[in-house]
């Protein structure tokens, strides 16, 4: 039964979870799971936030929003975290369902989102900056010290979310790279967030660590995991 399958896997990331946080002398109560449920269906955000699952994460706006009014329509009860690549003609849509947005990567972004959440929206909407830990402008995330790209400077992006009204500038997420070994990576990552919390105290959230590698990511501090397949069984190749 699917039910059985999820809480399974669901019950180990937490063993997992907890572990690490006994390894790292962290308190658990200071990780949050957000499981990712792309191109998993809303019956199993239902499923999911039955087994005591708070927190869900997306990386597509066509599959995020659909799916998002669907559970609320189940009556289950989930915060969303938009994870994957955001362009700024979805900011609209976004903001009408997300409450965090992880994957804010330039300054052109974030003005996009806050004009959108200004105008969808009652409430501020938390925003993490992705940022690219090797430095690698080829691929998503902010650069740390970028005078090349100053749209993707990791500082302008952070300030441009500050002094936005309708964003509340809530921390830093990364990927780790795949020529990096996830502890050098997420190493770096507690570096780029130590930097940023000491211009913006309230940055607190470090969104770092999948299926794959959520163990050095919590010896390094994250405060939030992104997990998909751990959980929910290995997804079908996309496209
Ligand atoms: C899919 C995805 C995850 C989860 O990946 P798994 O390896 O299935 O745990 C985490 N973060 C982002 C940005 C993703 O797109």
């Not at 998002?68 to 690549?85: D, I, P």
């Amino acid at each position: 039964m699917r039910e059985e399958e999820i809480a399974a896997g669901l019950a180990a990331v937490r063993n997992r979870i907890e572990v690490a946080c006994t390894s790292a002398g962290r308190d658990p109560a200071g990780v949050t799971l957000v499981v990712v449920t792309k191109t998993y269906p809303a019956s199993d955000v239902q499923v999911l936030a039955k087994l005591g699952v708070t927190d869900v994460g997306e990386n597509r706006d066509q599959e995020a929003a659909p799916k998002a009014a669907e559970v609320a329509a189940l009556g289950a009860q989930v915060r969303w975290h938009f994870v994957g690549q955001l362009q700024r003609n979805k900011c609209r849509s976004v903001v009408e369902y997300a409450d965090v947005v992880h994957s804010v990567d330039s300054v052109r972004l974030a003005r996009a989102l806050a004009g959108a959440a200004e105008r969808h929206r009652d409430r501020p909407l938390d925003v993490l900056v992705q940022v690219s830990v090797d430095g690698d402008p080829a691929r998503g995330g902010a650069v740390v010290g970028s005078a090349v790209e100053p749209d993707r400077d990791v500082d302008r992006v952070a300030l441009t979310i500050a002094e936005a009204g309708p964003l509340r500038l809530a921390g830093v997420m990364a990927v780790a790279p795949l020529h990096w070994s996830a502890g050098a990576a997420f190493e770096k990552l507690a570096e780029i967030s130590a930097r940023m919390r000491a211009a913006h105290p309230e940055a607190t959230a470090v969104s770092a660590g999948m299926s794959g590698d959520l163990e050095p990511a919590i010896t390094h501090g994250a405060t939030h995991v992104r997990i998909g397949s751990a959980v929910l069984g290995t997804r079908p190749k996309l496209r």
